[in-house]
């Protein structure tokens, strides 16, 4: 079987796949003062709570965006598992061509992205990632990684509000029954959720206008499955995208 990981700043991703069938998937948090040994603890939990077993595990390949944590997984899958991870990253085949002056500065979940969507829907394609940040991945009608938008993510620019200001309240992020708010936490969140509609929309206006031609939309991550629902710019919600997008460039790279 093959794991894959999507570690983040906020969460990390986890999905364990058995051929081309993904088996199971789980988030944890991410946190950068973990040991391995603590993260060996939690996903022995997690695979047993499957019925999987440490030595069913043969492969590994992650995308990671938190440098610190590069060493601690690496111990991890050496020290346990007795594998060598495959890292996504400069040096390995992809299926992506990246037209940056620097290609390095594109993050690993960004080309897992753009990698799944290549295989999976015709180009050209938009992937939006909505987590900690907002990341606007475009994929050319040639399959090229023509470029990007990065705004503030959802969650961060609530908690922003809440900590920033004096008087206003930590909220959750549900959608209001309208977007005339009728209490304060009602107009936040009219304010987070239909602000982040309006984000999304614009800048899909403006890419394809740039691009001069209608592209396909996928969006991805844990904000996802909520802002989705308020627009029709969005063609598919595919939640497992950067894991599966970990598998496509693990099967690239096997020997």
Known sequence: ??????????????????????????????????????YAVMLYNLLKHEGIDFKDVKKVAMSCVVPPLMTTFNELFERYFKIQPLVVGPGIKTGVRIRYPNPREVGSDLIANAAAALNLYKPPIIVVALGTATAFAIVSKDGDYVGGVIAPGLGISAEALYTRTAALPRVELARPKKVIGDSTMAAMQSGLIFGWVGLIEGILHRIEEELGEKTTVVATGGYAGILAKETKAIDEVNPNLTLYGVKVIHDMNRE
Not at 18 to 37: E, F, N, P, Y
Request: no cysteine; hydrophobic share 45%.
């Open 1 to 38: 079987m093959l794991l894959v990981l999507d570690i983040a700043n906020t969460n990390i991703k986890l999905g364990m796949y058995d051929g081309d069938k993904l088996k199971a998937t789980w988030r944890i948090s991410t946190g950068v003062q973990r040991m391995a040994d603590e």
